[in-house]
């Protein structure tokens, strides 16, 4: 099976015509149609918690019942454009709704990069990691210097981090993850799924639309029908 970073074109046409239909007067709710779950692949079972498990990295509260689950590879181009998506949606949410941060190596060259984002999760330096990841961002892997300079730039021993990475830390966690996303359908990067759905349209608008029917137990039923 190959495996890609994907940037897909269909949530930006989504977003334009969204875009359009405010600019003519069309209500919220006429924009929100333009939103779109992932009708290809079918929903993770119960509300995608079984993807879930206690190693993962996360943010915010589960207070609402709403879990959002992104796959992403540290060496994609996308994930990285997504990332400030993705920020700003935990920015307005994280206070009811629970994120969990899925490393998905697409290639082996990302494993060590993974490996460093889990070991910077455990001194509670996970964001600065991958920040530092992305600003040093290659398709073919960033070196062991590099993961190591962003080490001390973010206040973590680069020492103790060569020799966790060097030691194996996390990879058969990592691999076991990456085989279950596969099984459920995860196939590119960045991959979202709001309580188990897989999302087509990722804007912050259409995100945010998603969590709220989501609240209201509304999520899908469209398609459903």
């Known amino acids: 099976?190959?495996?890609?970073?994907?940037?897909?074109?269909?949530?930006?046409?989504?977003?334009?015509?969204?875009?359009?239909?405010?600019?003519?007067?069309?209500?919220?709710?006429?924009?929100?149609?333009?939103?779109?779950?992932?009708?290809?692949?079918?929903?993770?079972?119960?509300?995608?918690?079984?993807?879930?498990?206690?190693?993962?990295?996360?943010?915010?509260?589960?207070?609402?019942?709403?879990?959002?689950?992104?796959?992403?590879?540290?060496?994609?181009?996308?994930?990285?454009?997504?990332?400030?998506?993705?920020?700003?949606?935990?920015?307005?949410?994280?206070?009811?709704?629970?994120?969990?941060?899925?490393?998905?190596?697409?290639?082996?060259?990302?494993?060590?990069e993974v490996q460093a984002l889990y070991v910077a999760a455990q001194s509670g330096k996970f964001g600065e990691m991958l920040e530092g990841q992305y600003a040093r961002q290659s398709r073919s892997g960033i070196s062991m210097s590099d993961l190591r300079a962003v080490a001390s730039d973010i206040g973590m021993d680069p020492t103790v981090l060569t020799s966790r990475i060097q030691e194996g830390a996390y990879q058969s966690h990592i691999l076991e993850q990456r085989k279950r996303a596969v099984s459920v359908g995860v196939d590119s990067t960045p991959t979202v799924l709001v309580n188990g759905h897989f999302v087509k349209t990722r804007t912050q608008q259409c995100l945010s639309t998603f969590i709220e029917q989501a609240q209201s137990g509304t999520l899908g039923a469209s398609a459903s029908k």
């Open 1 to 112: 099976m190959f495996l890609f970073c994907t940037k897909r074109r269909p949530a930006l046409f989504a977003l334009a015509a969204a875009a359009v239909l405010l600019l003519m007067g069309a209500g919220p709710r006429t924009a929100a149609a333009q939103c779109q779950l992932d009708a290809s692949k079918s929903p993770v079972e119960n509300d995608g918690t079984a993807l879930v498990n206690f190693q993962d990295i996360t943010k915010g509260s589960g207070a609402s019942g709403v879990t959002v689950i992104e796959y992403f590879d540290p060496n994609c181009p996308h994930c990285k454009d997504f990332h400030q998506t993705m920020k700003k949606v935990v920015a307005d949410h994280r206070e009811d709704v629970r994120f969990v941060y899925k490393p998905f190596p697409l290639r082996r060259s990302s494993l060590p």
